[in-house]
């Protein structure tokens, strides 16, 4: 595994890929200086860095995170969230085909190990309320600003 660390306007992002996949990328409040040459590493650094500039709305890059089904799942139907909207965790549960599972579609929503590439920042609570990420709600909060989905 090799680990790379971006900087970006919501704090540094800490990139885990394999030899030819992204397996991970979280938030840290640590950053330790990780600098790793490898080419999925320029990859992912190179299409945040396009978000991060207003260049890139969708991502192109090899993924490859780790879950169960259910999990991945969820994670498919995250990836199809258009740049700019939002659903509501009801909604994921609609389009996973069974609207009972809001709390585990909830939960694997949640365990997204790609933040922002997998965009689960893009679902809110019923009543539009930001709740839950991964990041904190201050940087789920500045992505859907960031993007035009959230305009207080």
């Known amino acids: ?6 900087e970006t306007p919501v704090g540094t992002l800490q990139i885990t890929v ?18 790793t040459s490898h080419p999925v590493l320029l990859k992912v650094r190179a299409q945040l ?20 089904e259910f999990q991945q799942r969820v994670w498919k ?3 199809n969230i258009p740049y700019g909207t939002t659903i509501t965790y009801q909604e ?8 009972d599972s809001i709390r585990a ?12 590439v997998i965009p689960c920042h893009r679902v809110i609570g019923a009543n539009g309320k930001l709740v839950g990420y991964s990041g ?8 859907l600003k960031y993007e035009g989905a959230l305009l207080i």
């Open 49 to 68: 860095r396009e978000y991060f500039e207003g260049k890139r709305k969708t991502f192109d890059l090899p993924l490859q995170p780790e879950g169960t």
């Open 105 to 116: 579609a909830g939960r694997a929503n949640g365990q997204n190990p790609l933040p922002i």
């Open 92 to 99: 994921l549960a609609e389009k996973l085909g069974n609207p």
């Open 1 to 6: 595994m090799k680990i790379d660390e971006l």
């Open 18 to 35: 394999n030899e030819n996949y992204i397996r991970k990328i979280i938030f840290t409040d640590r950053p330790d200086g990780a600098r």
């Open 77 to 79: 139907v995250l990836s």
């Open 136 to 143: 904190g709600i201050d940087r789920k909060k500045w992505l």
